[in-house]
């Protein structure tokens, strides 16, 4: 991922709105998307980043997210007073809590923060608050591979072995019977490896359920969860990875479905402790037996990643990412609209093979298929690349609008269809 920013021209009339600290890991698709949102609303912003990022002359505070005492420090004696604390993506979440717990300000706490970024945390605590989820097992670093082997039995075939402190469906493989299971826990403490992450670091195993999946975004108040979208997936992951790659809104799963889903998303932020901020929940509808039954994959306290935001609009031309920031600023957020006049959707480009990216050629063909609004590559030409499970970045982003659903995913498929990738 790369990371992008603002023009920030000299010139520019200064802020008179609230003031909020802005959360920017160096390597981000967001930093853009949220920076502009600022800029719409007034905000008078401060950034704290932990790399640099081009700003236009803005200043940054540095700091760490590995070190969230002294960041937090930094930030205290740098920033002054200020109204809100936000971060960008995932990397500055529990900073974010740190900070905003100093400054007395409205905040998730630290500790919800840490079980929403970990999936065995997300699994015990589901599963002391009875929230729908498949059935799993932790199995610990130091364990026998005999383990891995008995809990895939246990949870039954297939199953699917993951990484619990990794996303972007990064370190997640499908598994048909034990041997699978084995091969794909090797692989995974592989990638974590590269990753650099800790040794002690356990696996889950898990069920692997059948049927539609869904993710749910919205924003908690008090607990309480509002929802800002509701992204079909029509293209079902099913393994042996699990790239996602097209999204279209609003949901054509029927009412009841859906509203299952949404109570199902807000009991498992509240299990998590969370109270407040962005919530992007994956559920899958089983649809074993006849009567389906909506189970949380999992959960991030965030708003939907990548360039995904981008696909939605809301009223007045609001984007998301000034959503997120009004909710942080306790202002009123207007509700999704259900039934938008205009569906939309997005393609998120995977990585197809390993090597060196030195081409993404007939972007100007997929830009020109009827309803396409946005193309964006995020990896620059000469970066290697891996796909998943092993790498954790998309090639980039493709957007649509039509006047119906099937229309949005027939367009975001002849774009992609378009595009020629070129990898050596």
Not at 33 to 51: E, I, K, P, Q
Not at 154 to 159: D, Q
């Amino acid at each position: 991922m790369t990371s992008a920013g603002t023009s920030g021209a000299a010139g520019r009339p200064a802020a008179t709105g609230p003031r909020v600290l802005l959360l920017v890991p160096a390597r981000t698709y967001r930093a853009a998307d949220f920076l502009l949102a600022a800029a719409r609303m007034g905000l008078d912003l401060v950034v704290g980043s932990d790399g640099a990022l081009p700003l236009g002359g803005r200043p940054v505070i540095p700091v760490s997210p590995g070190d969230p005492d002294r960041s937090a420090r930094r930030i205290l004696a740098r920033s002054g007073p200020v109204d809100a604390v936000v971060a960008a993506d995932t990397p500055m979440l529990v900073l974010a809590a740190a900070v905003a717990a100093r400054m007395r300000l409205p905040h998730n706490p630290v500790e919800a923060v840490l079980n929403a970024g970990d999936k065995t945390r997300q699994r015990q605590r589901w599963a002391a608050a009875g929230v729908s989820q498949p059935r799993f097992a932790i199995v610990p670093a130091a364990a026998p591979e005999e383990c891995i082997r008995d809990a895939a039995e246990a949870v039954g075939f297939p199953c699917v072995v993951k990484a619990v402190s990794l996303s972007a469906s990064q370190g997640i493989l499908r598994a048909d019977d034990a041997a699978s299971a084995v091969t794909a826990a090797r692989r995974i403490r592989q990638v974590l490896a590269a990753a650099r992450r800790p040794r002690q670091e356990p696996l889950l195993v898990e069920e692997y359920l059948p049927g539609p999946e869904l993710s749910v975004d919205g924003l908690l108040a008090g607990g309480d969860l509002a929802v800002t979208a509701v992204f079909d997936k029509p293209q079902i992951p099913d393994g042996p990875t699990f790239e996602e790659t097209l999204l279209v809104t609003p949901s054509r799963l029927p009412g009841p479905v859906l509203a299952a889903a949404v109570r199902t998303a807000g009991q498992a932020a509240r299990a998590l402790g969370l109270t407040g901020g962005p919530v992007h929940a994956e559920l899958r509808i089983d649809d074993r037996g006849g009567q389906p039954r909506t189970a949380m994959l999992e959960l991030a306290a965030r708003c939907i990643g990548g360039l995904c935001s981008r696909a939605l609009r809301f009223p007045g031309g609001k984007t998301l990412e000034e959503l997120v920031l009004a909710s942080a600023l306790g202002q009123p957020v207007p509700a999704a609209d259900q039934d938008p006049a205009r569906p939309s959707g997005v393609f998120m480009l995977p990585v197809p093979c390993p090597g060196v990216l030195r081409a993404v050629e007939r972007r100007a063909d997929a830009a020109a298929v009827p309803g396409i609004t946005g193309l964006t590559i995020t990896i620059p030409v000469g970066q290697r690349v891996l796909p998943l499970p092993d790498g954790d970045r998309y090639l980039g982003f493709i957007l649509a609008e039509a006047d119906a659903r099937q229309e949005v995913e027939q367009a975001l498929i002849a774009a992609r269809d378009q595009l020629r990738v070129i990898i050596e």
